[in-house]
């Protein structure tokens, strides 16, 4: 999915437990969607509320910031960013910086932190903290550095080292923040036991009296496609004067269009504009875009996308990947171009994510020459070879059956300088299975679970089965038990959804467990030439 929000979010290898255990859920009522309702919203919501921009999570406990030196972290940033051997860590940045009497604050080192998360930096954020934790004399750590601290933990370690770490933790320390931040670690990778139970605990300790760990659960129900749930936390956020912010709105709105009801979401859309508290931003109008495309009113889509644009403000280039994606939705190749030009006009430069979002429009759209002419552009103007670009458009040519051409394609990608990811050799096994090579389809998925990155891949189960069926037409039963072998791979976890899509039973992988890593976000969806969206991507990645 791609057209709902960056995501936050990402996800990793991890072990599930379920090491927690809490008070079962309160029942909560269906809203109805009624004059009652609104009645009920605005009741709990009289006054407005002045929020501040800065998250609290990213508020550490100092004071005077606009006097704060700017030049010393962004120093130590771009040494830690741009290490030339990663694998030494961040600590050797910090040890290195400190020697000739170079003292580093707390403040700048979280500061440090803020903008390596900014940039998915985990891993590396999370050594500035263990450096910090090692220095307990020196830096003392709060509430919420520890929530910054756990999250960081689930992304780079598992979900299991983020409980461990959580119950590590003296009482207190552990707010309503630290809740959260485990609570976000249970729903990133889907785990709605645990999480429900945590969300009990919270409401327990009176932490459930905002609406982030609501939003955060009905993003869970969303991923779920759970609906009726996400109905549920609205009328219970509605019964105890919760009140719904904009996050809030935004997943009410996505509920009801993934249910398929025009009629409902466009409630919700009156309800949201009569809360003066809010107002509607352009992920309200991209989320509704989203829904009217799916359901095939391609007229109130594109009014929705003109909203967009209207309500873009800073320097802010997601809302342009999301128009971008979203117009080739719709199938209007006039205004790709247009907001692609206007894109161009704002910014010095664009990420290859941009570049990513215009070709994927374009291929959807059918406009293989525009792809190649902006491919050769991205060539000339970009810092790093991004291999999801590549895999874009050599899955273009295996789809329209030019495999010779996508082996082409290929072998340009590494001459100049690409990396193939496993993404990459999917798409080089979908076209070999295409041309019934067995051995060559295989030995691309050998190469795609070797690939650097494998762990956060899994092969599409439609290549999978239509492997299994080439070699069953084929009486190649040994191939077919080779991949079965390279699906049974240590670290790997059951799914009998996934099962069942490519055709392996339990009894099959019973000594060893398949795994289909449910927190997949990193696994180069979007080289899909279809880009199939997924309505709460978005969601979870703005909370």
Request: charged share 25%; hydrophobic share 35%.
């Amino acid at each position: 999915m791609v057209l709902l929000q960056p995501s936050l979010h990402n996800h990793h290898n991890l072990c599930f437990s379920s090491t927690l255990s809490y008070s079962s859920p309160i029942p909560c009522k269906n809203p109805s969607f009624t004059t009652s309702l609104h009645s009920a919203v605005v009741k709990s919501q009289k006054l407005p509320v002045i929020r501040c921009s800065i998250s609290q999570v990213d508020n550490y406990g100092t004071v005077d910031f606009e006097r704060r030196p700017m030049i010393k972290w962004n120093a130590i940033y771009k040494k830690i960013s741009f290490m030339e051997n990663p694998e030494e860590g961040s600590a050797s940045v910090l040890n290195e910086w400190e020697k000739g009497s170079r003292k580093v604050t707390k403040w700048e080192l979280c500061r440090v932190v803020k903008e390596l998360r900014k940039y998915r930096r985990f891993k590396q954020a999370l050594e500035v903290y263990e450096w910090m934790n090692n220095r307990g004399e020196r830096y003392r750590l709060s509430a919420s550095d520890a929530a910054i601290q756990l999250d960081l933990v689930g992304k780079v370690c598992g979900v299991i080292s983020a409980e461990e770490f959580f119950l590590r933790l003296p009482d207190s320390l552990k707010d309503k923040r630290v809740y959260g931040a485990l609570l976000n670690a249970y729903v990133r990778t889907k785990i709605k036991g645990n999480a429900e139970l945590l969300m009990d605990k919270m409401r327990d300790k009176g932490y459930a009296i905002d609406s982030l760990p609501f939003n955060v659960m009905m993003t869970l129900y969303m991923n779920l496609k759970e609906f009726d749930k996400v109905d549920s936390m609205i009328s219970e956020m509605i019964e105890k004067g919760v009140r719904l912010d904009i996050y809030s709105y935004n997943i009410w709105l996505s509920s009801c269009g993934s249910q398929g009801s025009v009629e409902k979401m466009e409630q919700v859309y009156e309800q949201m504009k009569m809360d003066r508290a809010i107002n509607p931003n352009w992920t309200t109008f991209s989320t509704m875009a989203t829904m009217y495309i799916k359901m095939g009113q391609i007229e109130k889509a594109e009014e929705c996308l003109r909203r967009v644009e209207s309500r873009i403000t800073g320097r802010d280039r997601i809302p342009y990947h999301y128009l971008l994606s979203l117009y080739g939705g719709v199938g209007n190749k006039e205004e790709v171009y247009r907001v692609w030009k206007i894109y161009k006009s704002v910014f010095p430069s664009i990420p290859n994510l941009g570049y990513h979002a215009v070709m994927s429009s374009l291929i959807r759209i059918g406009d293989i020459v525009g792809v190649e002419n902006i491919y050769e552009e991205w060539l000339t103007v970009r810092l790093s070879y991004d291999p999801r670009i590549a895999n874009l458009i050599m899955g273009w040519y295996v789809k329209q059956g030019d495999f010779d051409q996508a082996e082409t394609f290929y072998n340009h990608m590494v001459e100049v300088g690409g990396k193939p990811n496993s993404t990459t050799w999917e798409v080089l096994a979908e076209g070999n299975i295409a041309e019934k090579r067995i051995p060559e389809a295989l030995s691309c998925f050998k190469k795609a679970f070797a690939a650097e990155g494998a762990k956060k891949w899994r092969p599409n189960p439609t290549n999978v089965s239509a492997f299994f069926k080439l070699c069953e037409e084929e009486s190649d039963m040994v191939s077919k038990d080779v991949l079965v072998g390279l699906l049974r791979q240590p670290g790997y976890r059951k799914d009998k959804a996934y099962l069942s899509l490519i055709g392996v039973t339990d009894k099959v992988v019973a000594d060893n467990q398949l795994s289909v890593e449910q927190n997949n976000t990193d696994n180069d969806k979007n080289d899909s030439v279809e880009d199939v969206d997924d309505d709460s991507e978005m969601l979870l990645g703005q909370l």
